[in-house]
């Protein structure tokens, strides 16, 4: 009779753990891994993109902290003191850098201005705080037929096998209110975490954490070295990764053999994108059997044959490249799918 009174306890407390991780388990249990860039991927820039609250925010940035001036009122715009190339397909701590050298002229010290980067996007993300949504989504908006593929992805291809974020090279608070303010993180696609990634917490927008890689996670700082537009996004896709499989360790509650990450693809419009994608092939912190792909979308600034040209040779199970026709991106919902490997 004691042993059956002992068994109905132990039953009784093991049959909420079971539960649990018969629940959870499944619910986090990734094999791939989709990555999304935001600017020309999943969200078009018209004209006044620049007077939007992230366009400002860069000229407001390096004002408040370098310059030590709060009047940003008369500041050139980001198109009119850079060359598009230092800008399109770069990151946010980038531009900053870029950008001061421009402002500052001869008192630009890239060492100081380095140090500030984190200062810099900090007051960045604060300036854009004080907008509202109109002012987030100025210039900008959801490309035609993503919302409603990214309401499929949630709802058809969400069980527990694939994981969803975002790859970009905008600060990750800034990346939050412009999911937010363009009803793209309402879709429920993106991958929700639980506590914050990185260390950081972005007051007002702690309530809808995903998961990805952000600029805020990494600058080089190399601002003449044009290769780091897309290394600097390489590493923001390893960081993306690495909180991929740390969500699923975290859930399991073990360390996983980081071969049960099968395949990562990467979407995005800009040879960054595929330049990036590919660099993490050689990443040192690849996991050992990951399969690396990128859907090169032209519905941005450049053509097919510019992301096909970079693209290279196909490596069957290590590099799989897929560059769709002109003008179709992830909008095109079974075309799009088809390419990710989902149908």
Avoid at 239 to 252: H, P, T
Avoid at 315 to 339: H, K, S, T, Y
């Amino acid at each position: 009779r004691k042993e059956l009174l002992d068994w109905n306890r132990m039953q009784s407390f093991l049959l909420p753990l079971l539960l649990t991780y018969l629940l959870l388990v499944p619910a986090i249990s990734f094999s791939t891994l989709i990555t999304f860039d935001v600017d020309g991927t999943l969200v078009s820039s018209s004209p006044g993109w620049e007077q939007g609250a992230h366009g400002r925010s860069f000229a407001h940035a390096v004002n408040k902290i370098l310059a030590r001036d709060d009047n940003s009122d008369s500041i050139k715009t980001i198109p009119e003191l850079l060359e598009k190339h230092e800008f399109h397909g770069s990151t946010d701590g980038l531009i900053l850098l870029r950008l001061a050298r421009k402002m500052l002229g001869s008192s630009f010290d890239n060492d100081l201005a380095s140090s500030k980067v984190n200062d810099m996007m900090a007051e960045m993300f604060e300036f854009v705080s004080k907008c509202d949504d109109g002012e987030v989504s100025r210039g900008i908006a959801p490309l035609p037929g993503v919302l409603n593929t990214l309401q499929t992805l949630a709802g058809e291809y969400n069980n527990g096998s694939v994981a969803y974020g975002l790859v970009t090279g905008n600060v990750e608070g800034i990346a939050r209110r412009k999911m937010r303010a363009l009803g793209i993180h309402d879709t429920g696609a993106l991958t929700p975490l639980s506590r914050p990634q990185g260390g950081r917490v972005w007051d007002g927008v702690e309530d809808i954490r995903f998961l990805g890689g952000f600029g805020s996670d990494y600058c080089s700082a190399c601002i003449d070295e044009p290769e780091r537009n897309h290394l600097d996004r390489g590493e923001q896709l390893a960081i993306c990764v690495q909180r991929c499989l740390a969500l699923k360790e975290e859930a399991m509650g073990k360390s996983l053999d980081q071969r049960l990450l099968d395949r990562l693809v990467h979407v995005g419009d800009a040879p960054a994108d595929i330049l990036a994608a590919k660099s993490y092939v050689s990443h040192p912190t690849k996991p050992p059997n990951l399969c690396v792909s990128v859907v090169g979308v032209a519905t941005g600034s450049y053509s097919v044959d510019e992301l096909e040209n970079l693209c290279e040779e196909t490596i069957p199970g290590l590099w799989e490249p897929v560059v769709l026709e002109q003008g179709q991106g992830v909008g095109d919902m079974r075309v799009f799918l088809n390419a990710c490997g989902l149908v």
